[in-house]
């Protein structure tokens, strides 16, 4: 089943399993997150691949991201919780088309973060 898009980035999974968003060049994406049972907090472990590679860690609740990481087309990460781990990979809307199938639609810029959270 492909993880659920909140209209920010298309994601989708990929033939090799791991999910993949589309990130467009002088795009940047931020990696939320939410507990299955909020009454339960869950650590999530959060691995960027890189030239040096990058480990952090979220307890959620009460984090919901992962403070000053964002990521771009090309970045690679691994996460992890309960024992349970999915690869994502963050590719170029081109990329994502050959991986996926799917067009990814340009981003509205009338969707952008305007500062509100949401419930």
Excluded: C, N
Excluded at 34 to 44: I, M
Excluded at 90 to 95: G, H, K, L, M, T
């Amino acid at each position: 089943m492909a993880p659920r898009v909140y209209g920010l980035s298309p994601a989708a999974v990929a033939p090799s399993g791991s999910v993949v968003a589309a990130v467009a060049a002088g795009e940047a994406v931020w990696l939320g997150f939410q507990a299955v049972d909020p009454s339960r907090p869950a650590t999530v472990r959060v691995r960027v691949e890189s030239d040096e590679p990058i480990d952090v860690e979220a307890v959620v609740p009460p984090d919901s991201r992962l403070p000053g990481q964002m990521f771009r087309s090309g970045d690679r990460l691994t996460v992890v919780s309960d024992g349970a781990s999915v690869a994502i990979e963050f590719a170029s809307p081109e990329s994502f088309q050959e991986l996926t199938g799917i067009v990814a639609e340009p981003l509205d810029p009338d969707s952008a973060y305007k500062g509100h959270r949401l419930p």
